[in-house]
């Protein structure tokens, strides 16, 4: 089946039918590949400081691993030092097990083919939000999610050329019983976009459920062998893995689906209140569960993830943006890169309740990190408001449109012949305009980036067209978005099996809010 | 004198009075020290090809110089080739004149040498815009800006701890006459600021007027021998020079103060529309204006000066903020470390008309390059709006305290023991939190950058307050500000001195709106 990304997005979005008829259907690309480096901001010696204190930490401290008996043996059997619960690594375990067989790079499979992604090397993916119980838009406010929002961002985000995933638990769609969300969550992805998914963590029983409903889209030996779905497993930092998030990883990497591991840490609180220490404290509880799934399976896809940010100084309130943790997305780039694994972060973050310019400007300084670091999966790219407390509809359709504009930053800059542009100075005399010469004709199509959210023109006729800011713009296109969506067609046979499966488990045990 | 800068700001601002009393006053540096590295996006080989490019432009095509026959006859004795008003230069003679005398780093002094600035090297310094003709703010909306506004801004950026420079035209005051306002421009510079600041190039005499104002203010023998004034002289891309900009350059040059030789180019139209070719020709263009300085006085400093934006492909119509001219940014970086001049360039850009989202993400698009590429001058990084035609109450004050951001950013990562915080993990066990550690207490106080614009706060909390966008609270924070402005003492002698040699010059010659 061919893909239909955003194609009707561009023709019509924004009110610009009526001006720009010919202009073709949007394609984006399945994933970005980077063309440009990665700054190495620090230098060697900064950098083998901080991995040196991971280990240190590692060794001295230890992370301890709660509720999972199995977890605790395979550590003894490697080698590790077990007390209670708490478990040491000697220097340099970790990285080697890691080293040793975790991919480099692994490709998950969408339903589309088109639409399989490649996740590390010099690629990167861009995903939407994850999580939120609440979503905004200007005509409503601020509400909470249900599955008619989960179901919008997922068709949004199959049209958008510059998403490259649908996502996990975009929304959470709070009229589902907790119990039972993830049923729907799963099929809602496969049903209603034809891009990679996310399965539950929330449960060892409901990843294996995620799993179950990929091997019918899939099918069983195809899964066995290729990763069709990514999950997100968050340590319980400061040093501490819980029996929820280590019984959904082992139930991942069993099957052999990717995981991504990630410390979730703001600083002061789940972690020192300076960013070296958080970088290495990441690091050494990222390295300890992907080493346990090379333990576990080894090959198995791993993903070195990360959440880092800062607080308010005044309230303690969680702070996004801001240009401590800018710092640490870079930082990470250069050690994800030493480490030889994917890794997660970044996106488009914000403290910010609604899409204006503190979100944008927040969101703009997570993204140029992201960037620059070329993390490969970045999570929370499109829609985060208020410290990912709310998706937001507006905020959405701005951070897509912002993605796009990071393809042509990933692209860096041509310098061949054509793009050195030495024959239009012959053309052109000096004090002459380049407007109509034969390469600035043969070029300017594909020169520039065509942002779909910014206004360029006059302040009279942008006045004209209502005075409209960005977020009122975005309103616009979301709408006409959700009124042009097609359903990509899935497979009958696997439809009603998934449906079969999802009926049958639902009605195995009763509804619960747990 | 005791600097003032900021005093009131952080103190007062935001309606935070109430609740934070004992927040110390905000001191910002005179100029920003990066401790990071440029960001090397472009190979040698890249690089290569640029500046060969650009010397073919320069010996194939060549530059005009006109109505100026002082400078062509300057061209003739320097050897180069020279035909009517064009004259073409032979492969590295230019970048020989100016690796030769250009100075690789100089001091602008400012009255209050506290505020005095390093220009070059891996400094940078924020100036807040130049040349709106309108101003805006969510009050009165957008309107023609007046001598008050001019006023205004400059006290402003006195007191704002972000911004290095008090600039020149900031607005321009449309209520003065043409041909006199430079004087006011000038002399409320000097009255309203102890800051470094700008003179006037619309004409040689009105440049020979600055620099004689800035005598009288740091003395005829100090100025002869020092920077106290810098100007920016626009090249009429492409590849001309005209008489007026001439004449200015060479009043400046000839009394060793500092010029910025900054070709303007929208690609597309003063330039091809590919990136590579417009960076080779902003690279031709600076290089010759540089190379004349030195040919009128050797050694009086020169600054390489960039302005290089994208179309928009609907309407013709400039942008900014867009993923190309970010590009160009970094490139530039990297072409004028190799050119061994200090750059300018970059800023907080945006087409948006309000201070919306738009104008948050591509001011921050444009503000992170400028960051990466370690520019020197830092034009246009407050208050920008449409694309410079309004310079923005709201959007000063967001932009400043953004600069506030990049200061951090500037700091790059400490990795000292306390850094990386190793002690702070045998004090906290695994699952405990780190808010109360003896580290965190030694570190929050300075940790994390406190925005004095980005709202933080819970969601009830924030409506309760009134749901402000982040523009409503720059609005109050601008108010405020201008209310608590001091005056910073100028000695009385000096200003009748500077107040006489206004007066009489204006009276000297009739009013004229040219």
Redesign the interface.
Known sequence: MAPKIGSTHRRRAGGRTG??KNIEPLQGPAYLKRE??I????NEE?LK??ED?AD??LE?????FKEDEEVLEIWRQAGCDVQGD?VRFKKGMLRSIINATSPKQFTQHARNPAHSIEIGGDNMCFFPCYGSPFVHDLDQG?RYSKNEDFKNFIKLAHMSPWLHHSGGTIVEPMDLPVNKRHFDMVYNHIKYSDKCFMGSVTAPERAQDSIDMARILFGEEFLENNCGIISVINV?S???YDGTMLGALKTYAKANQAVIVTPFIL???????????????VLAEAMAGLALIQLIRPGAPGVFGTFTS??????????F????P???YI?FGQLAKRLGVPLRGGGSLT???????????????TL??TM?AGINVVFQAAGWL?GG??MGYEKFI?DTD?LG??H??AK?????D?????S???E?P??????G?A??MA???T?????S???????EQ??EEG?L???QRANRIYKQMLNDYELPPLDADIDARLQDYMQQRKDSFPDSNV
């Open positions: 001006k720009q440009i480096p700054y190495e901001m620090l900064a400081k901080i204190n240190a930490i001295e401290v230890g992370i301890e708490r601020r319980n400061p040093l501490t600083m002061g609180a789940m972690g020192p209140v300076t960013l070296a220490g958080a970088l290495s404290q800062s607080m308010s100084l005044r309230s303690g309130a969680p702070t943006g801001m240009p401590e800018a710092l640490g930082a403290a910010s309740k609604i899409p204006d310019a503190q979100a944008a400007q927040e969101s703009a300084d140029f990190p620059l208020e407390l709310t701005l912002h504009m990071m042509t930053i860096g800059i041509d310098v061949s054509n793009g050195l542009a030495l239009a100075y012959h052109v000096p004090g002459q305009h380049h407007l010469t390469h600035t070029n300017y199509k020169a520039f980036y065509d942002s959210t910014a206004n360029h023109e006059s302040f942008w006045q005075s800011t960005a977020a």
